[in-house]
C-alpha cells in the first residue's frame, strides 16, 4: 500500500473519532482533528496537506473557542456554577453506559437537575437554571460540530486535490 494513501486513511479515522468526540465527551475531539491535520500534512508533505492543515486548524480552533466562551458567557449569566455542569457530565457518562443511546443525554440532564435542586432548593428554580444550562451546551456543542465538520471537509477537499495533483 502507498504510504500516502494509508496516512490518509488513518487521518481519516482519527478525524472521524474526533467528530464523534465531540459529541461523546469520553473520546478525544477537536485537539485530535487538529492533531490528524497535522499528522496528515507532515506525512503528504504537500502544498495541499498544508493547506488543509491551516484551514482545518483555523475552523478547529475556532470552534473549541467558540464552544466555550458561548457555553461560559451563558452559564455564567444564569450563575450556574460549574461544579453542577461538572456533575451532570460526569452522570452523563455514568448514564451512557447504563441506558444505551440516550444515557448521555438523560443523564446529563438528571445530574444537573439533581445538583441545582440541592444547590437553589427548589424544583422550579432548578428546573429553569438546569434548562438554561442544557441550551447553553448544546448551542456551544453544536457550533463545535458544526466546525470541526468544516475542518473535516476542507481534509477531505486536501485529500482530493493532494491525490489529484500527485
Given at each position: 500500500?502507498?504510504?500516502?494513501?494509508?496516512?490518509?486513511?488513518?487521518?481519516?479515522l482519527l478525524i472521524a473519532v474526533g467528530v464523534a468526540g465531540i459529541v461523546v465527551p469520553v473520546l478525544p475531539g477537536s485537539i485530535l482533528i487538529l492533531l490528524s491535520l497535522l499528522g496528515w500534512a507532515i506525512g503528504v508533505s504537500s502544498g495541499a496537506g498544508w493547506w488543509s492543515f491551516a484551514v482545518g486548524a483555523l475552523f478547529a480552533l475556532t470552534g473549541m473557542s467558540a464552544s466555550t466562551v458561548l457555553t461560559g458567557r451563558r452559564l455564567k449569566q444564569r450563575q450556574i456554577p460549574n461544579r453542577s455542569v461538572l456533575i451532570g457530565l460526569a452522570a452523563g457518562i455514568v448514564g451512557m453506559f447504563v441506558i444505551?443511546?440516550?444515557?448521555?443525554?438523560?443523564?446529563?440532564?438528571?445530574?444537573?437537575?439533581?445538583?441545582?435542586?440541592?444547590?437553589?432548593?427548589?424544583?422550579?428554580?432548578?428546573?429553569?437554571?438546569?434548562?438554561?444550562a442544557l441550551k447553553a451546551t448544546g448551542l456551544g456543542l453544536l457550533v463545535e460540530l458544526a466546525l470541526a465538520l468544516a475542518a473535516g471537509t476542507t481534509w477531505v477537499i486536501g485529500v482530493w486535490v493532494h491525490f489529484a495533483t500527485r
Open positions: 500500500m502507498d504510504t500516502d494513501l494509508f496516512i490518509t486513511v488513518v487521518a481519516g444505551p443511546v440516550v444515557g448521555l443525554i438523560a443523564g446529563f440532564a438528571a445530574g444537573l437537575l439533581l445538583s441545582e435542586l440541592v444547590r437553589q432548593r427548589s424544583l422550579s428554580a432548578a428546573a429553569s437554571s438546569s434548562w438554561a
